[in-house]
Structures are given as C-alpha cells and as structure tokens.
C-alpha cells in the first residue's frame, strides 16, 4: 500500500463521487430509508475555513480510495470533529482508513484543537473497529427507535511541544 493523501475541495468532483459512494454502502447497511442528514454529515461548507479541511487518499496507481473531513466544533480552536471518513471496499483492509484518520489527526492539531470526536454507528464495524484500535474511546452511545445505534467516539491529542 503506497500512495497520497492530498487536501481538496469537498464540493469537487472526487470528493462527491466518494461521498456518494458512502452513502451508498450506508443504505446497504442501514436500509434503502437512509437520507443523509447534516447532523451527521454536515454540509459541504462546512469544511472550509478556520480549523477545517477535506483530504483524498489516492493508492499507488493514482485512484482515489478514501476521505475524511474535519471541522471545528464550536467556536475557534477546541475540538474538530471527523465527518464522511470512508474508504472503498476494494481499499478496506490495506491501510488507507489508518493513514487518513491519522493525517485528520495531525490537521486537527496544526489547527489547534486538543481533541478530535466522531460519530459513527454500530452498523458500520469496520469504522467502530479502526477507531478502537487507533485510541478513540466512546463518550456517547445514542438509540433512537428503529435506527441503528450512534456512538460518539473522542480521542485526545498530544499536546504540541
């Protein structure tokens, strides 16, 4: 596994298709009623300006595998939070996912943020399961009748030397 990890627009041409493909591995999980919302996604714009960006995993051959988001919760530097993180199937297993939420980390820290957070759910276990392994811990789990589980994740960031 080799490749990039480029910052890009979320509103170009690479990052919708990813994100359209995301949507369509959630509806296969959650059920055909999924819509995306902006809670759970946030919007496009969302991801430009202070304390934000959007990066592109490309694999070795130049296609892109995967993105991840972040953006600022609340006002000015604190805690980013990880939106529409996914990796392709055929990518799922070789390392993109980890060097993406890794490289989300580092942005989150040169923007100043001590914390990053994520929402994810339980349908989607390989996510749950990468960010386990990489020290998210759960801060809050939220069951809504005839949805699948949401779980907040958190993760603390070293502290710039």
């Keep these: 596994m080799s490749g990039e990890i480029r910052t890009e627009a979320a509103d170009g041409p690479v990052a919708r298709a990813l994100f359209e493909q995301y949507i369509a591995l959630v509806r296969a999980r959650v059920g055909a009623q999924f819509v995306p919302v902006e809670r759970i996604f946030a919007s496009e714009e969302a991801f430009t300006g202070a304390g934000a960006g959007f990066l592109v995993a490309y694999d070795a051959a130049g296609e892109p595998v995967g993105c991840g988001a972040l953006r600022a919760l609340g006002d000015g530097p604190g805690i980013g939070e990880i939106k529409r993180m996914f990796v392709v199937g055929r990518a799922r297993g070789t390392g993109h ?51 699948p589980v949401e779980i907040w994740m958190e993760k603390a960031l070293p502290s710039p030397p």
């Design 97 to 147: 996912g980890r060097r993406l939420l890794q490289a989300l980390e580092r942005l989150a820290a040169e923007h100043g943020h001590r914390a990053v957070r994520v929402l994810t759910t339980e349908v989607l276990s390989e996510a749950c399961a990468l960010y386990e392994a990489e020290g998210y811990e759960p801060i809050e789990r939220i069951e809504r009748a005839g949805e």
